[in-house]
């Protein structure tokens, strides 16, 4: 049994209906840039859309994945929700407070891990607790970050250094780190994407535990069918950009917990499954013609 080890005064604390998302209108633009050797040589870098009229309300406590062609604006869209990057119109609301930057009521899980490699694994984690309770005592502070460790399984490797770890071990340092600030939100950016099949599956099995444990609002991006089918309460299937929107969103029906195993007993698992891989061939068709009428 974990104990509650949290400050009275951490927002998520005091509210377990936080963590509502709602996406309205939001578009985003890259605006071309124009370098001093651009203008000497007359270039021009064209504008970019990158997503049109994104519109998407999230409740508290449900676990959404994001799944679209590669390219098509997912990591923009989680951005924009993390506060890392502004709409070019439209707005982000989080329990009907409009996101203006990143913030405590939002963890972010990186692909790339983004792990200070100076630091220990407990020296990364307990580093994002006492930036965002900078007012916590120190013994607090490393009770959490030990509670988070071995939440994710990684007691023992507490003083080891990220270039000392597996794929698998520093992604579970980057969800630790996530959730020891008690966000009430999850954003995480294909966070299994670049491990082998064998943890990436160990991970998405100790996400479920986890979500069962602890739950949140989760912003999930993946390229993998089987695993938002085994996450998610909803699915939204994004189309190819440019001006990306979403196609649909489908809802999962599953009991939880879920175990993979049994999934597929579900006439609707097939079905739901089929649907996703026919809209993503259907997107991916259109880009692939696209790239050949180009090159010929
Ligand atoms: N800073 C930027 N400046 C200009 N264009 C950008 C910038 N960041 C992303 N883009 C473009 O916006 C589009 C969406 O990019 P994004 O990274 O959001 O896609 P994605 O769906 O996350 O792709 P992937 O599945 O490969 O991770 C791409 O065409 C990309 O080239
Ligand atoms: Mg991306």
Not at 78 to 84: D, E, M, P, Q, T
Not at 226 to 254: N, Q
Request: net charge negative.
């Amino acid at each position: 049994m974990r104990t509650n080890t949290r400050p009275e005064s951490t927002p998520s604390s005091m509210d377990t209906t936080a963590g509502s998302v709602s996406i309205s209108n939001v578009t985003k633009v890259y605006f071309g840039r124009q370098t001093l050797a651009d203008k000497l040589l007359k270039r021009t870098s064209p504008d970019f859309e990158a997503l049109s009229a994104i519109n998407l309300e999230i409740e508290h406590n449900t676990f959404v994945s994001i799944i679209g062609p590669s390219g098509c604006g997912k990591s923009t869209l989680l951005n924009i929700v993390a506060g890392l990057s502004k709409p070019t119109t439209g707005e982000v609301l989080v329990d009907g407070q409009r996101v203006t930057g990143p913030g405590p009521d939002r963890g972010v899980v990186f692909q790339s891990y983004a792990l200070m490699p100076w630091m220990t694994v407990a020296e990364n984690i307990q580093f994002a607790i006492e930036t965002v309770y900078p007012t916590m005592p120190v013994a607090q502070q490393k009770e959490i970050m030990q509670e988070y460790i071995n939440l994710v399984g990684l007691s023992g490797a507490e003083r080891k250094h990220p270039h000392e770890l597996s794929g698998g071990m520093k992604q579970r340092v980057g969800i630790a780190r996530a959730l020891a600030i008690n966000p009430q939100i999850l954003l995480m950016d294909e966070p299994f994407g670049a491990l082998d099949a064998l943890t990436r599956g160990f991970l998405q099995d100790e996400i479920e535990r986890i979500w069962e444990q602890e739950r949140k609002t989760v912003i999930l991006i993946t390229h993998s069918i089987e695993e938002a089918l085994l996450l998610s309460d909803k699915i939204v299937m994004m189309t190819r950009g440019p001006a990306a929107r979403i196609a649909k969103v489908l809802d999962v029906p599953f009991p939880r917990p879920r175990k993979r195993e049994e999934l597929d007993q579900y006439p609707q698992y097939h079905e739901l499954k089929a649907e996703m891989e026919r809209h993503l061939t259907a997107e991916a068709r259109v880009v692939e013609e696209a790239r050949v009428r180009a090159s010929v």
